[in-house]
């Protein structure tokens, strides 16, 4: 594992502490690397004795079957191009190999340092990619955002039920989201007891969520995304509205159409009461439900997410899983830890 | 005070002890009469000494100024008659004199009980009901929900810049909304690390949002809205979302619009970046910013207030100096406690 | 398993879903039988499916290998005795079993009408007890916070490097520890942003670890125990103070001492450095550390779980693993759910 | 106002906005000079308009009656001692002039910049130093944790009906005690359901309640100090144990003494049960209680704050008071903001 010292990082070693198929056998880190991992994660500590976070050096990844990188964007597209002679696959749970290189820049501000790699990727998130997923050797692990809001929306532009334009994802997010990154907004005295909009217009998820909902539909989809701080470590709200593009829509019939659409995905559970996040707290799993208001012509879709679990770390080990050929849930929670 | 023991009347006896004009005489409570209020309150304890909570008489009333009511919707509307010959002035935080009786019997789905003294009750949101305020003897205090929202897009329904159908309002509740009533999801364990949306399509403040806006439209205006609740106790953020009726927005032109519109208004800030919820804590006032987004030819207004001041304890004694003749903000922190 | 609706039923429910050797066939609960599972507890939706809550019958455990109870106490004394009969093993989560009967009745204030069977119940602390709990057919699994406070002292009474009179036990429990039970202190609004000591003296869980300490050092230890709420779902933090009965205490030695009393123990990591209770979130696993303080000539003992796994779901199924002669971590995760 | 962009500079600029006699002419930051003060604390923008953080410069603050100095620990005594020839009263929050210089180059690690200086400041905890107050012309305001333990102790140690020796003080804050300073432990994620102890035997507070309790004992009093970490923004809790140096203790006695003692004290309030940190919320209030524990002969003292409030910007708001000649409860708030 490459960049194992931020949020992401360590969730991936905590679960993958229970991957019967998956071992362990090197963590680096950037600026913590000699730090035992127990000191950063006391959480750990169980599992990981007195390791320590290696530094950084392409060869010691040589002949491994499997790397994941968390790393900050920018910064894979450095360091990827050399590792994928040598390992088997990368899965990567930075943003740099989800988006087309044009489509990257343009969001992101800055030119792409490896855009002719970007087709080795597959878009790692599993229920809608599941084809492209087996054909590819390495993976780009979705944003948090773009999880929670593209399994809501799917079945909806899949049929083209809404239409394609004008969709709002209204977002909340914990502030894990952020990371471990130092900065005032994620301040505990910050963020507690309050609520805040932030990225108006245009925060980048929105790309990914336009790529992802437009390959269902097989044409254009806009979104406009609104995320929100909210004082909980994990977890996303994404509430959705659409406007119908078919008469006869209801309720009932939504949610019959959701559960055959996601009938064959084990980490989708369609539910008739919204859940909140705190089912999904640590699990691998995205709660889904939908209503057509009729007296407002509107339909509303929720998803509930842990955006480190399903919105990161949990979703890199469910495609891993997919690549190493085995069944996607290996070595993962369903079951949220809660209350 | 009628009603001291929830929340509500916790923050009006919080206020009023700052209040040099208005003095609290009598506080009543049901269940918990004959208990000391610093007992329920311990944070009252520096104002109300041994004071206890009276048991409820009619007769105690006779002859005040002013009585604030803060009692469960169809509660007023029992007691409140025989008051209002009694005292000069009734302030009531329920719903029970928000709305017409009829659109309250269907919204509510019971019969309203004294339909006759509706009219006799001006609707308490100063910003947008002052003339009527000035013309009447009684208020209604407004709801917390419909005060973030409506303040949030009247300017935009003012002059009709935004269609009038088709308003989404997308709002986050801290859990003090719920007051202090038992139920399972008011638990901490419940709420806490949780964020999940409710009363999907059907809560009642709709009625509210949608009568505060078409008085201001002088047409009517047709919102959806969604609630949601998240782990703070107090805060409510309004996330709206409108289709433009007219060319030529502008984000900058928005705000100069709504800078103008609450130039005479001490508790709304129009603000150019979004401000949290913590801004507004234990404070009366409302945080308000807009966008326009050209991309998806969208109009966005963002409303932060704390739901038990500005949303409630607060706004009554902002409407009762208004009742009093004394300037409207008289005893009312309007800097929030933050962090 | 009976009594499944409270927090401790789901927490064991969602433990056992990962569990490899033991299947849950009946779950039952009282006044919301006949309820969907998860309806109750969304978290569970991916394993319980359409799954309801039965009502309790006795004859429906007749020849179960296993029956855990989560009942209020003084409810388990009375529906335990028939199940004795014909069941193989009852772990009762409650606290009708863990104390002798005279004790039981001195610091819970009633009668305890089965006095005759507590002799059949091991104690469920599988470190300080698992010589009692090979011999015993049933176990009643410890408190919350005498697991922790226990395990933070047990190492310095058990050689006498302390005065076993005088201990004090300060506690900090996360609101969880007060159950789904519907009360005023458990409401988010009144938890959240605040911290209070309650139980002052008198709290009923210092008769257990004054048993569990006393058992240990073999002479009466005396236990003054103060707890406190705080805004946590889950989490005890136990800070104990004691006065040194022998010279040359050091803190590295007294680490060394932790280390060596816990060699066995997979479920307790003796740690440099405190933990806090999110290491331990979810995980069946305590974090301890001690300190000399020779200026003030006293000894610090910290102790970090979490109340519903440790501290009583995932302690439970490690008591009952050993019952059922399964290694003592089967099924349990050790890793804590963090960030 | 020197250093005004900290939280105890914002919080000074809270209760200032409605203090009747003060008026805030002049606000300096460091970092943060030039920028927009209501972009750093939206809470404030209802009073600071478009007014921004000034550089340091001491020509700017000649002739002022009073400047509240907020700063870090170190600063002060380099910028102090030239503005003590300009100003007729410097009120300063941070560390450097509340202990002789001896004491805190013990503490502190380091050598003092000004130990001549030391005794012109008079140590700012009303309640025991109110004597001294009226004879210096400046205030060294009180650490958070030292004036909750020493509310909590003094009058045990007054009368020496408890022993000087042996003194715990386990106390919690919330986050916000920590400051604006970007660090890990203060980082939402971190600190969000977690609760943990830091500073273990060593914390730099230590010696000022030693200093403190010593004044009012007339002896020296030894306290072991241990913090922990809570998931509040705001609020103390200190939880104190002492052994009884008298016989003929009893909780009634010990609670009609604190009553005594603190019958002229309106910022010290007097509780029969334990308080929450929440009934202090925002307010310049401390409430404490006390119990005798004659099963394990200790005696518990409780108390609880605002750290930022009384345990900080409001008491030197308190002192700044007594200076200025007026009475010392003027423009603080001692209502908590609760729910």
């Not at 070693?13 to 994660?41: Q, W």
């Not at 087309?100 to 343009?106: G, I, N, Q, T």
């Not at 809608?128 to 593209?150: N, Q």
């Not at 963020?191 to 437009?214: D, F, I, K």
Request: hydrophobic share 45%.
């Amino acid at each position: 594992m490459v960049g194992g010292s931020g949020y992401t990082g360590a969730e991936l070693l905590r679960l993958l502490s229970g991957h019967p198929e998956i071992e362990v056998v090197h963590v680096t880190a950037d600026t913590n690397a000699g730090a035992r991992i127990a000191d950063l994660f006391p959480s750990l500590a169980p599992v990981v004795g007195e390791e320590r976070f290696a530094p950084f050096a392409v060869a010691d990844l040589t002949g491994l079957d499997l790397v994941f990188t968390a790393l900050p964007h920018g910064a894979s597209q450095l360091l990827i191009p050399e590792m994928l002679e040598r390992v088997a696959h990368v899965v990567d749970l930075g943003a740099d190999f989800r988006l087309p290189a044009d489509v990257y820049e343009r969001w992101y501000g800055e030119r792409h340092a490896a855009p002719e790699l970007v087709d080795r990727f597959a878009y790692g998130m599993v229920e809608l990619y599941r084809d492209e997923i087996g054909g590819r050797e390495h993976i780009a692990v979705p944003g948090c955002y773009p999880t929670a809001v593209s399994i809501a929306l799917a079945p909806l532009v899949a049929d083209r039920s809404v239409e394609l334009r004008g969709l709002v994802a209204n977002a909340m997010s914990g502030v894990s989201g952020a990371g471990r990154t130092l900065k005032t907004t994620s301040l505990f005295s910050e963020a507690n007891e309050n609520v805040s909009a932030y990225g108006l217009l245009t925060h980048r998820h929105t790309a990914e969520m336009e790529q992802a909902l437009s390959k269902v539909a097989r044409r254009d989809v806009e979104v406009l995304f609104t995320p929100h701080l909210v004082p909980t470590t994990r977890g996303i709200l994404a509430t959705c509205y659409a406007r119908p593009a078919t008469p006869g829509l209801s309720t009932a019939r939504l949610l019959e159409h959701y559960r055959e659409f996601y009938a064959n995905d084990p980490c989708v559970v369609v539910v008739d009461e919204p859940s909140g996040t705190k089912a999904t707290y640590g699990a691998n799993v995205v709660h889904v439900t939908v209503r057509f208001d009729a007296r407002t012509d509107t339909v509303l879709a929720i998803a509930a997410e842990d955006n480190l679990t399903k919105g990161a770390s949990g979703q890199a080990i469910q495609a891993a899983n997919l690549v190493l050929g085995l069944p996607e849930t290996t070595g993962l929670p369903l079951v949220g830890v809660a209350p």
